[in-house]
C-alpha cells in the first residue's frame, strides 16, 4: 500500500487515478479501485490517540473502545471506494462540526487530566479539516464523472451496555435527508438489509429507531452536493464482543456480504433516480480480480481437481453382484470400491492453509471458504466409504429427506397411469444408443466424447475431468430415454463442464455446495422442457427418495429392494439400480436431491433468469453472486446454453404439467 501526502492524494482523485494509500501520518485509509458512483466511510473505526495526548487521557483503551466503532473499517474492506479513519474519534470526532470536534467531556466523562492547550486543539482541528478536504475532492472527482454520489457511512452501536435489546440490527438515520425525494434508495436499502441471515440472529433494519443520523458528515454532504445522498446506517454490535471488542467470524462474515450486496442495490436504485441512463449495472460493481484470488484459485484447483466422488462411491462389482441378487432372493450384496489415491490428512491441511481470508471482496471470499468447506466435508466422505461411517458423512453433505419430500414422492406414486407409448416402445442396445448420442454431440457443437463402460450404476453419466459421456454397456433405452438423457447429460451436466473450462476462475470447474441438488435438479428440468419427461421417470425419481429415507431408517439392502419390485411394481433390474444408488458406499443419500432440486428449479425458473447457473459447477445459493460476478466482467457469460432453455417448454402434457407443478 501507498503511503501518500494530503497533496498527493488530492492530485491523484484530480486526475482520476485509481489507487489504495494511507496518509502519511496513518490517520486515514482511502481507497479508489474502480470509478463507481457509490463509496462507504468509516469514521469512527479508528482507536490511535497520538502521543502528546495519549498521556493526558482519562480513560483507558477497553472504555474508550466501547464508544468507537471497532471493526467497522473491516466491514466495508470488500468495497471498490472507502475511506476509513485511524484515528480515535477521542482526539477529533469527524461526526461533529470543525467547532465542537474536539471533546473535553465524552459520555458524561472528565477526558483529560488537563485541559488540552490552544495549539494541541488546533492540531486536530487541521486533521478533521483536512479529512473533510479531500472527502469533498473524492465526491467533487464522482459528481463531475456520474452526477452525484451514495455515501454509506457506516457505524455501530452498543445494545448489551445501553439495553437496546429489542432494536434492530440495522437503524438508517435520515433526520438530515429529503425522504420523499430519496425514498426509493431508503426503501431498497431497508428490504436488502432486512434480508440478510445471519447465524442464530433475527435481522432487522429501521428507521431512526435508536439513532437519527444528525453527525456532521451528513450536513457536509447535503449541503455541499446536494444531488448526493449520505444514509447513516448504525449497525447494533451483533458482530462483536461489546466488552472487549472480538468479532464473532461467521456472523460478521455474512454480515459483511450482505451489506456489500445491499450497498450495491441501493446504489443501482441511485443510479435510476438520477436518470443516470447510459451506466450499466456494471459501472457500478468493481470489475478486477484482486491478484490473491487468482493465487487461491489456481492452489485450489490443482489440490481438488481430482476429487470425484462418484469414481469411489460406485462399487466395482456390480455387476456380478446383481447377477447373484436377482438369483438368490437372500443374497446380500457384498459391494467392493476402489482405493483412495489421495492422503486425506494431507489434503486437509493444505486446503485450510489457502489464504482465503485475504481476499478482500466478501462475495468472492465467501464463495471459496463455501468450497473450501465443502472439501474439507467431501474427503471426510471419500474416506469413509464402504464403512457405516459413510452414511453420516452423505447426511452432511447431501442431507436427506424431509416430511416434504416424502410426502411428494408419495403423491407422485398414487398418480394414476395414462399411455405414454413407453410400454410398447421399441428398446435399443448402448451401441444404437452410443450413436445417437455421438450425432447429438455434434449437432450442439460439444467438444467432447462418448463410450461405453460396464462400471455405471446409471444408464449414462458424464465423467467431468475427461470430457466424457460414459453409456452403461448393460443398458437398454428406447428413443425418448435416449432424449432424455441428450438433454441431462449433455444439455446440463457436459455444458456445465464446457462452460467452466471458459472461465478465467477454475473454481467453477469444481462441485460448489449445493452444486449436486442445483445441477440435478436443472438437468430433470431439462428433460421437462424438451418433452421427455414421463411419468415413469418421475415415478423413478420418487421411488429414490423412499429408498433414500429406507436405508437411512435402518431397512437392509434386501428389504428395500424387494419393497421396490412388490409394492411398486419395479422391475428387477431396475429395483437393483434404485437400491444400488442407495446403498453404495455404505449409504449414499444424493438421490432424494433430484425431485426437490426439480421443484425448486422449475418455480425459480419460471420467476427469473437463471442462465447464470450455467456457468461451471454452481449452487442455487450462489445465484445472486454468479450474476453479480457475470455483470463485473469476472466471469464469462455461457458460452453453451441447454438445447432446451432456449425456447418454451415442449411438454404438452396437461397430466404430467398438473403433476409437476403440485409438487410442494
Not at 489456481?298 to 466395482?316: E, F, G, M, Q
Amino acid at each position: 500500500m501507498q503511503t501518500l501526502s494530503e497533496a498527493e492524494v488530492l492530485a491523484a482523485l484530480a486526475s482520476g487515478e485509481l489507487f489504495e494509500a494511507e496518509l502519511d501520518d496513518g490517520s486515514l485509509l482511502i481507497r479508489v479501485r474502480d470509478h463507481i458512483p457509490h463509496l462507504c466511510t468509516a469514521v469512527h473505526a479508528g482507536h490511535r490517540l497520538r502521543k502528546d495526548i495519549s498521556d493526558q487521557c482519562l480513560i483507558d483503551d477497553l472504555a474508550r473502545q466501547t464508544e468507537e466503532d471497532p471493526l467497522t473499517d473491516q466491514l466495508i474492506d470488500g468495497f471498490p471506494v472507502i475511506l476509513a479513519t485511524r484515528d480515535s474519534r477521542y482526539e477529533y470526532d469527524l461526526n461533529r462540526s470543525p467547532e465542537d470536534c474536539v471533546y473535553e467531556t465524552a459520555w458524561n466523562k472528565q477526558l483529560w487530566r488537563s485541559p488540552l492547550t490552544a495549539e494541541q486543539i488546533e492540531f486536530s482541528r487541521n486533521k478533521h479539516a483536512r479529512y473533510y478536504r479531500i472527502l469533498e475532492a473524492l465526491l467533487a472527482s464522482v459528481r463531475k464523472r456520474f452526477g452525484g454520489c451514495l455515501v454509506v457511512d457506516v457505524h455501530s452501536y452498543n445494545w448489551q451496555i445501553r439495553n437496546h435489546a429489542d432494536a434492530p440490527v440495522f437503524n438508517i438515520g435520515t433526520e438530515q435527508i429529503e425522504t420523499k425525494r430519496w425514498r426509493p434508495i431508503l426503501s431498497k436499502l431497508q428490504q436488502h438489509l432486512s434480508a440478510i441471515e445471519l447465524p442464530n440472529l433475527e435481522t432487522e433494519a429501521k428507521f431512526d429507531t435508536v439513532f437519527f443520523g444528525r453527525g456532521y458528515q451528513a450536513t457536509f454532504v447535503r449541503e455541499w452536493f446536494p444531488d448526493s445522498l449520505l444514509v447513516p446506517l448504525e449497525i447494533k454490535k451483533i458482530f462483536m464482543d461489546e466488552t472487549n471488542g472480538d468479532p464473532f467470524p461467521l456472523v460478521f462474515d455474512q454480515l459483511q456480504e450482505g451489506l456489500s450486496l445491499s450497498v450495491l442495490e441501493a446504489a443501482e436504485s441511485f443510479n435510476k433516480k438520477l436518470k443516470r441512463s447510459k451506466l450499466t449495472r456494471a459501472v457500478l460493481l468493481p470489475a478486477d480480480v484482486e491478484p490473491i484470488v487468482l493465487q487461491v484459485d489456481k492452489a485450489l484447483y490443482r489440490l481438488a481437481k481430482n476429487i470425484d466422488t462418484l469414481h469411489y462411491v460406485n462399487p466395482t462389482n456390480i455387476q456380478s453382484e446383481k447377477k447373484q441378487c436377482l438369483a438368490r432372493r437372500d443374497h446380500v450384496p457384498a459391494f467392493r470400491y476402489r482405493q483412495l489415491r489421495i492422503d486425506p490428512y494431507e489434503f486437509r491441511e493444505k486446503l485450510y492453509q489457502l489464504p482465503v481470508s485475504q481476499i478482500q471482496d466478501p462475495s468472492i471470499r465467501g464463495l471459496y471458504r463455501s468450497v473450501v468447506d465443502s472439501y474439507a466435508t467431501k474427503i471426510e466422505l471419500l474416506v469413509n466409504v464402504g464403512t457405516p461411517q459413510f452414511l453420516y458423512n452423505s447426511l452432511r453433505y447431501y442431507g436427506e429427506p424431509n416430511p416434504c419430500d416424502i410426502a411428494n414422492a408419495n403423491f407422485i406414486l398414487h398418480a394414476k397411469e395414462w399411455e405414454d407409448g413407453q410400454g410398447a416402445a421399441k428398446r435399443m442396445g448402448a451401441e444404437e444408443a452410443k450413436t445417437l448420442f455421438e450425432e447429438a454431440v455434434q449437432e450442439q457443437g460439444l467438444k467432447c466424447r462418448v463410450v461405453l463402460s460396464t462400471q455405471l450404476v446409471a444408464r449414462a453419466m458424464v465423467d467431468n475431468s475427461g470430457l466424457v459421456l460414459m453409456v452403461n454397456r448393460n443398458a437398454s433405452f428406447t428413443q425418448q430415454e435416449v432424449d432424455a438423457l441428450i438433454h441431462h447429460e449433455l444439455g446440463i451436466h457436459m455444458v456445465t463442464t464446457l462452460n467452466a473450462m471458459t472461465q478465467p476462475l477454475q473454481v467453477f470447474r469444481l462441485g460448489h455446495p449445493g452444486n449436486a441438488y442445483t445441477q440435478e435438479g436443472l438437468a430433470i428440468l431439462s428433460e421437462y422442457r424438451s418433452g421427455n419427461l414421463t411419468l415413469h421417470r418421475l415415478r423413478e425419481l420418487a421411488l429414490r427418495v423412499l429408498a433414500v429415507d429406507m436405508m437411512i431408517k435402518g431397512k437392509s439392502f434386501n428389504t428395500v429392494f424387494h419393497f421396490l419390485k412388490e409394492e411398486h411394481g419395479s422391475s428387477a433390474d431396475d429395483a437393483f439400480n434404485l437400491t444400488v444408488r442407495a446403498f453404495r458406499g455404505g449409504g449414499f443419500t444424493k438421490d432424494f436431491l433430484y425431485l426437490r432440486g426439480f421443484r425448486d428449479l422449475v418455480t425459480l425458473s419460471a420467476n427469473r433468469d437463471i442462465e447464470a447457473l450455467f456457468v461451471g459447477k454452481t449452487g442455487l445459493q450462489s445465484l445472486d453472486t454468479l450474476e453479480a460476478l457475470i455483470t463485473r466482467g469476472i466471469l464469462v457469460p455461457p458460452q453453451y446454453t441447454p438445447p432446451a432453455m432456449l425456447s418454451e417448454s415442449r411438454n404438452d402434457n396437461p397430466n404430467l404439467d398438473y403433476l409437476v407443478y403440485s409438487i410442494k
